[in-house]
């Protein structure tokens, strides 16, 4: 039992930093896209739309996806911080291209539209698998 305690002890440390760095990676993408987000999705939120729901939650799942292919395959806290920031530029460069595709989505959000929001979500969503496997699979870094 000694044993387990002492790896517990050892680890501990640095499971709370990669998390830290992990979060404040996540935080920051989050912030990013609402600040680049066309309608006020937060806000649309608190008021009840659920189209905005919808597509603000396939953001939050979305973002994480990737950055939890970075902390499983991190050889340490530099490794995530530099891959963690790589995977969100490139997921929110993947959220952008999907909002260009899907043009005049903003407003059929506003208007609370919910089959376009899930469309659009599963779009994010898929990208989001496909940007998390990329990183999984590649060499390890």
Do not use: C
């Amino acid at each position: 039992m000694n044993d387990y305690l002492q790896t517990l002890a050892n680890g501990f440390p640095t499971l709370l930093l990669h998390l830290g760095v992990l979060t404040f990676i996540y935080v920051l993408g989050v912030t990013i896209y609402v600040k680049l987000t066309p309608h006020k999705e937060l806000e649309l939120v608190q008021n009840g739309n659920v189209a905005a729901a919808v597509s603000f939650s396939a953001l939050i799942v979305g973002l994480v996806l990737p950055l939890a292919a970075v902390i499983y395959r991190n050889d340490g806290v530099w490794d995530i911080v530099i891959w963690g920031t790589v995977s969100l530029f490139l997921q929110l460069f993947l959220f952008r291209v999907t909002d260009f595709v899907f043009r005049g989505m903003p407003e059929r959000i506003e208007n609370d539209e919910i089959a376009p929001a899930i469309v659009l979500a599963a779009f994010k969503l898929a990208g989001s698998i496909a940007l998390a496997s990329a990183l999984v699979a590649q060499a390890p870094y």
